[in-house]
């Protein structure tokens, strides 16, 4: 199995920026894709951007032109950078794995956008 810790959450005000990290250990050999979601109060979780093992990337409209997502293999990490926060970035963040046709979650770190 993998596990994934999320650090970085925390207040920010509207126009800031943000760097999320997030650590795998465990069984970490074999993971595909990795990624970040959200889920904001009474809402359902969303992608917000994933990274391929050879390094493609994808994001989601809303946070496309102002975030990065990144990915060290060898330290089995994946980050996500935000800038240009907004209040509706407000959000539980979770990092994600895909192995072997399985998908590992993190507990998940808040993001809090003060407007």
């Known amino acids: 199995q993998v596990q994934l810790v999320e650090s970085g959450g925390g207040l920010v005000q509207a126009g800031g920026s943000l760097r999320l990290s997030c650590v795998a250990s465990?069984?970490?050999?074999?993971?595909?894709?990795m990624g970040w979601y959200r889920q904001a109060p009474g809402k359902q979780r969303e992608l917000v951007a994933r990274?391929?093992?050879?390094?493609?990337?994808f994001y989601t409209d809303s946070v496309k032109g102002r975030s990065t997502i990144s990915r060290d293999n060898r330290k089995n990490t994946v980050d996500l950078q935000m800038h240009s926060l907004k209040p509706e970035d407000t959000a539980v963040y979770y990092c994600t794995a895909d192995q072997f046709g399985m998908r590992y979650w993190g507990k998940g770190t808040l993001v809090t956008v003060s407007s």
């Open positions: 990274v391929t093992d050879s390094g493609s990337t």
């Open positions: 465990g069984s970490i050999f074999n993971i595909n894709a």
